[in-house]
């Protein structure tokens, strides 16, 4: 028999043995009938003696009773803060309930009963064991933030999403992820012969080395062929630089049937602002290089 009784370790060890045989896990049947048991609240009002025991090995009797006869019990215990007993004892004694409360408890038990336990916002097993079953029961294929929404409107369970995807892959739940169909891009296929299409683009970068400024490289290619049809630097991208590059290509190659092109700004207006001649017309204008490729009959293609 040991002599002292190492409340901390011993403690310990039964509750977690209870943890994880769920020994007191709480499980939500409305089909059941309840039972509410409100156990005394202890207090120290003398000094520890077998009725202690009794008036607590009571309860628990009817509480477990209960269980095994098909209840869903809630079962409460806590600590009084004060009581007519604490006095009594005093007065019995000769002494200030303060006193006595410190001879029975010591010191740390008048400071906040919940020191060193979890705080009060801490969720317990019972309410994990509750969502994980309404996860089974009804929400098996809801997400984590669709079943949160749903188990704080339907079921009155306010959980913070984290808390909810944590208990789920600590369970084994996968994330449910949105199944978006493969994307099948096809490339253009390119024309039958020269002449027909003209890709350019421009490529800013670093052409010179690192210690040089930045300049773009505008280049033309021809789509079936893949022939380069002309090149050029410039400090950017600009209208100047396309207009030099065509006018190089019109001198080698003639006139491209069609020009496929991004949306840079010197090819394609990317304002939504209409001007009054714009308005009166009933078209945009187009920009400097577009009004040049219309005059020439080149057709302009958006990438």
């Known amino acids: 028999m040991i002599e002292t009784y190492d409340f901390a370790a011993i403690e310990a060890k039964w509750q977690r043995a209870w943890e994880e045989q769920r020994a007191f896990a709480a499980v939500a049947d409305p089909s059941r009938p309840k039972f509410y048991l409100l156990e005394m609240y202890p207090y120290p009002s003398g000094r520890i003696h077998m009725g202690h ?19 869903s ?11 007519m007993p604490a006095e009594n004892a005093a007065i019995k004694h000769g002494t200030h309930p303060r006193t006595w409360t410190l001879d029975n408890v010591g010191p740390s038990g008048l400071a906040h009963r919940r020191r060193g336990q979890p705080a009060r916002n801490t969720l317990g097993p019972e309410v994990r064991d509750r969502v994980l079953s309404q996860h089974e ?20 369970l306010k959980v913070s999403r984290e808390t909810v995807r944590r208990w789920r892959r600590q369970a084994g739940i996968k994330p449910k992820r949105r199944r978006r169909p493969p994307q099948h891009r096809s490339r253009r296929p390119r024309r039958p012969q020269m002449g027909l299409l003209m890709q350019w683009d421009g490529s800013p970068h670093r052409w010179f080395g690192p210690e040089r400024p930045p300049c773009s490289l505008l280049h033309a ?11 050029l630097f410039r400090p950017t991208e ?15 190659y003639g006139a491209p049937a069609a020009v496929y092109q ?12 209409w001007t009054l001649e714009e308005e009166l ?11 040049v490729l219309n005059k020439i ?3 302009s293609i958006p990438a």
Do not use: C
Request: hydrophobic share 45%; proline share 2%.
């Open 281 to 291: 017309a009933g078209i945009r204008f187009p920009t400097h290089v577009g009004w």
């Open 262 to 273: 991004d949306r840079h700004s010197a090819l394609f207006r990317n304002d939504t602002k």
């Open 297 to 299: 009959h080149i057709a």
């Open 73 to 83: 019990v809630l079962h409460p215990i806590g600590w009084d803060a004060l009581g």
């Open 53 to 71: 025991v009794r008036n607590y090995s009571i309860g628990d009797v009817i509480a477990r009773q209960k269980i095994m006869a098909g209840y």
């Open 137 to 156: 029961d009804r929400y098996a294929d809801f997400n984590d933030t669709h079943f949160t929404e749903m188990l704080a409107q339907r079921e009155g």
């Open 221 to 231: 290619a021809d789509d079936a062929t893949s022939i380069v049809l002309g090149a």
């Open 238 to 252: 600009d209208a100047i630089g396309y207009l030099k590059l065509l006018d190089m290509v019109l001198r080698t």
